[in-house]
Nanobody
Framework: QVQLVESGGGLVQPGGSLRLSCAAS????????MAWYRQAPGKQRELVAR???????TYADSVQDRFTISRDNAKKTVYLQVNSLKSEDTAVYYC??????????WGQGTQVTVSS
């Protein structure tokens, strides 16, 4: 059984930055695709960024050039560096793990609030 624990969320002013972390427990980490999703109030959950086992990354158009996903397989941790934050980035951010493009496991989420 895999558990994912996110951290690093919080309240930040527009233009600010945060680094979100997601630590995985359980089985082999390196073979899995990791991703970050987010869900804002009243909106559907959306994919923010994905990093495959080989390191290939994909980003939503809305966060391209502002967010960076990375992974440390030795620490079984995936990161999301979020820069130049906007009010529309306010959401609960979820970490996921899965084989290929599946999302087999979800974390509990971490709140990011962008407000002055």
């Amino acid at each position: 059984q895999v558990q994912l624990v996110e951290s690093g969320g919080g309240l930040v002013q527009p233009g600010g930055s945060l680094r979100l972390s997601c630590a995985a427990s359980g089985s082999v980490f390196a073979m899995y695709t990791m991703a970050w999703y987010r869900q804002a109030p009243g909106k559907q959950r959306e994919l923010v960024a994905r990093i495959e086992s080989v390191g290939k990354t994909t980003y939503a158009d809305s966060v391209q050039d502002r967010f960076t996903i990375s992974r440390d397989n030795a620490k079984k941790t995936v990161y999301l560096q979020v820069n130049s934050l906007k009010s529309e980035d306010t959401a609960v951010y979820y970490c996921t793990l899965g084989l290929g493009f599946r999302t087999d496991y979800w974390g509990q989420g971490t709140q990011v609030t962008v407000s002055s």
